[in-house]
Every structure is written in C-alpha cells, then in structure tokens.
C-alpha cells in the first residue's frame, strides 16, 4: 500500500530508461489498484509488465470494495499475485481462498505469481515443509502449469532485515520443485520459482547463484527505482 497516482507515474518515469534494454528478464511491478490504469498507459510498448496486487474469487457481483480479476485485465494487468502472505497473515486467506483466486485468474487469462511461506513458529517447529506441501497441494488443485509462477516468501525474512541463506532459499526451493513434479510432471521444470523476503541489491547476487531460484518478488527495495534497477541488473555487469 505505496504511492499514490503521481507517485507512481514518477517511479515509471525514472525507472523505465533505467530497464529499457533488457529483454532476457521478465520485469514485472505491480502498483496499488488506484494506479493501475494510469501506469499502464505509461508501460504500453515498453518491457515492463503490469500486475495486480490481488483480486477477488468472483467476476462481478455484491461483493463492495473487491476488484475481480477481469476488472484487473481491463485495466492494464497481465499478471496477478495472489496468496501474499500479508493477504494470508491480515486478511485470514486460506489455501481454500487462494485457490479460488487462483482458478478465476486463470481462467481470466492471467499470469499467476502464487506466494507460498511459513512463519518463524512454523520453521523453527521443523514444519516448514509440512505448511509449504499444504499451500502447494490445496492452493494448485485443478491449477494447470501455464503461465504458473510461484513465489517462495518465508514470512520471517519479509521487512524484518532477515534473509534466507542461499542455502536455506535452495532447500526450500528444492523442495517446493520436487513437490511440482509431483503434480506437473515433466512440466514444473518450466515454472518459474522466485525468492521473496527482503531482498537488496547486496544479496541478489548469492540468492540467483541457487540453481533453482529464477528471480526474486522485490518488496522495500523495489520502491526506489534506483535499488530495483540494481536488483534487475545483477548478473549483467551494468549495475
């Protein structure tokens, strides 16, 4: 819940010459709703892609203060987050409510950046993997893998300063792969895993060294289009 409308159309303005020659990544930002319609204008032709912060389970109805998934599309998204874990964490979503999401933003055409993530209780309790296979099985029932992305958060390591070791992010992602194929087959090899929980321009570097982190969903560190580019432009030399 950052930026207002100008806000937002600063940050485009100065992020946008910032990423305009890269196009072996995918760049994604996902403003607040008031802002969507209007950024979008500003990313049209450009390589930066749209998404929605969240959206309802339902395409239109009596459900006041909810934005619906083709409400989204209209808008300029093509991709969505869905199952955020201050979505879970504040607004009590289960893997039940996620699901649903889930399937009425496929169905509406969008690309799915599913979050998954367990608390400092639950890892310290060693049942870290017990809640990670939960989210995957209940959040991706009748999930189809196209245009799946999957989001490792641990909730301990989000605007708390924490990271997850390289190591730690590995074995995590090591496992929620293994737990796709399980589902997916020979097709969860595609989808793209990113790591989530306060990560910087400082700590990119060892997190995409992991063979299977793909990319990472920037929180604090995306806010400031300097610190964002920095983050997109790890592995290129041109930080």
């Known amino acids: 819940m950052n930026k207002t409308i100008p806000e937002a159309l600063d940050f485009v303005q100065a992020f946008l010459p910032s990423v305009a020659g890269i196009h072996d990544a995918d760049i994604v930002i996902a403003p607040p709703f008031t802002a969507l319609f209007a950024v979008a204008e ?13 959206v309802f389970y339902e395409g239109r109805g009596a459900f006041t203060g909810e934005v619906s998934p083709l409400m989204a599309k209209d808008a300029g998204c093509t991709c969505v987050i869905i199952g955020h874990s201050e979505r879970r964490q504040y607004f009590h979503e289960t893997d039940e409510i996620v699901n649903k999401k889930l399937q009425i ?10 979050c998954i993530g367990e608390s400092l209780n639950v890892r310290e309790a060693g049942k870290t993997y017990d809640v990670l296979g939960s989210q995957i099985l209940n959040g991706l029932k009748d999930i189809s893998a196209r245009n799946l992305v999957i989001a490792y958060e641990p909730i301990w390591a989000i605007g708390t300063g924490k990271t997850a070791t390289p190591e730690q992010a590995q074995e995590a992602h090591n496992y929620i792969r293994s737990s796709l194929r399980k589902i997916y087959r020979d097709a ?49 030399g041109m930080q």
Request: glycine share 10%.
């Open 42 to 54: 500003r990313l049209t032709g450009t390589n930066v892609k749209l998404a929605a912060q969240n």
């Open 105 to 114: 933003s496929q169905k509406a055409g969008l690309q799915i950046i599913l």
């Open 188 to 236: 969860a090899d595609s989808i793209q895993l990113l790591y989530g929980g306060s990560v910087t321009p400082e700590n990119i570097d060892s997190l995409m060294a992991c063979p299977d982190v793909d990319g990472a969903l920037v929180g604090g560190a995306s806010l400031k289009p300097d610190s964002f580019e920095k983050i997109i432009k790890f592995k290129r």
